[in-house]
């Protein structure tokens, strides 16, 4: 059985709290021992050795929200182009969302990703499929089978469900098969024709606007609905201050409610749309800066549980329109972790805590054992220099798509290794 030392390395792992000097011994595609004793004793014999240079050794990220292209949109993102930049940073497992052509509404469509992830891509792959068919809103789909061909949760993606009645049946049907519901909190009618958020930033530059409470609304009922049907209930991408508060008070309460983030939405603010810039279009769209400051303060205090990429591949022609008319979204696997570590070190959040938010955490919602370096764990691992400074470039990210709302930012903390299962897929 093949084995690998990573030695001389500052180990981090969100589980135990651990940041500190050690070393790390693998065993086929499993961590076998961990910490700052483990090669006291020498080196196993035979064992292939890692110096790490006094680097971070973490596990690898898993990034629970990722839209892939295939099927139907293969030309903006591939699994194989997917999985090269998921590597390239330090992305070992990513969760599909279920937003393809057609969407994963039955188990046939899954067979395919799972097929097509195996074939292709250099990290694991775990697909959500969709909460209802076709991702309309109007019928739920059939969770039991979905489950068992594979689906690690249940979502409509970036399409919220209107129905108040159709969502509590899913919610109830969910409950009945313990699966996790994720949903995108964004009240379909005031979000529709809105691309800024309301405000006098945006109505200086003519945009159509979507009020904040857009997404209050809706995570209310959703939370509501979640504990009437007593269902595990996940908010994607949540980007307001009031919604926090809404988070707060259902955890305090003991409900099952777990949240995310999507980088450019602690990152960013609406300013930097300020040049009409396609690339920093999202959904839900850049809010204002106190708002992204009670995202960092939220980060820190635990209220949100995890950090997503949000990756949203778009073709040029999808980008290069008016504002208004252009497609949200943007990549974001290659700089989930430099972009993160700016929490790290301007807010001063923990690098242990930092990676429950990145590994961690979106392990135990997919039900994964990942995200932590214990003993037995599968050797899905990130090496990376924390200081090294370096400037996005679109232009030579990998993935297909180069929409990154990121390009021409300074960033610090790069990737030296990525290894999944104990084989390495990148530096």
Not at 27 to 55: M, N, Q, T, Y
């Amino acid at each position: 059985m093949k084995r690998l030392a990573l030695t001389n390395a500052r180990l981090i792992d969100p589980a135990t709290g651990f940041d500190g000097a050690g070393g790390l011994l693998i065993e086929g595609d499993r961590i076998v021992a961990s910490g700052p004793d483990v090669f006291s004793g020498g080196v196993p014999e035979g064992a292939e050795i890692v110096d790490c240079g006094g680097k971070v050794l973490a596990p690898g990220i898993v990034d629970f929200d990722v839209m892939i292209g295939e099927p139907g949109a293969r030309h903006k993102e591939s699994f194989g182009s997917a999985g090269m930049a998921a590597a390239a940073g330090g992305v070992t497992t990513i969760v599909t969302q279920p937003d393809t052509t057609p969407p994963i509404d039955d188990p046939a469509t899954l067979e395919f990703i799972h097929r097509r992830a195996r074939d292709a891509c250099k990290v694991r792959v775990h697909p959500k499929a969709a909460l209802t068919k076709g991702m309309l809103g109007r019928e739920m789909t059939e969770h039991r089978f979905l489950l068992d061909a594979g689906a690690v949760a249940l979502s409509d993606g970036d399409t919220a469900v209107a129905d108040p009645v159709v969502f509590r049946r899913c919610l109830e049907y969910a409950r009945s098969v313990g699966a996790l519901v994720c949903h995108h909190p964004q009240e379909p009618h005031f979000s529709a024709l809105g691309c800024a958020t309301e405000g006098i930033f945006a109505s200086l530059r003519g945009l159509p606007t979507v009020p904040a409470e857009a997404e209050a609304i809706m995570l209310t009922r959703d939370i509501r609905i979640a504990a009437l049907a007593g269902t595990r209930y996940h908010a994607s991408q949540i980007s307001t201050a009031e919604s926090l508060a809404i988070i707060r008070r259902a955890k305090e309460a003991g409900l099952p409610v777990t949240c995310d983030i999507s980088v450019p939405h602690f990152a960013l603010n609406e300013l930097d749309i300020a040049d009409f810039r396609t690339f920093s279009k999202v959904s839900p769209p850049l809010r204002h800066e106190d708002d992204r400051q009670a995202m960092e303060e939220a980060l820190a205090d635990g209220t949100i549980d995890v950090i997503t990429s949000a990756h949203r591949p778009q073709d040029e022609e999808s980008k290069r329109l008016p504002y208004a008319q252009a497609a949200s979204g943007g990549v974001g696997l290659e700089t989930i972790l430099p972009v993160s570590l700016d929490l790290h070190h301007r807010a001063g959040i923990a690098l242990t805590s930092l990676f429950e938010r990145l590994s961690l955490a979106p392990a135990r919602l997919a039900g994964l054992d990942a995200g932590h370096l214990g003993k037995g764990a599968l050797a899905d691992l990130v090496l990376f220099d924390p200081h090294t400074p370096w400037r996005v470039d679109r232009k030579a990210l990998l993935s297909k798509s180069k929409n990154s709302p990121f390009h021409e930012r300074l960033v610090q903390g790069r990737v030296l290794g990525t290894w999944v299962g104990g084989e390495r897929v990148f530096g």
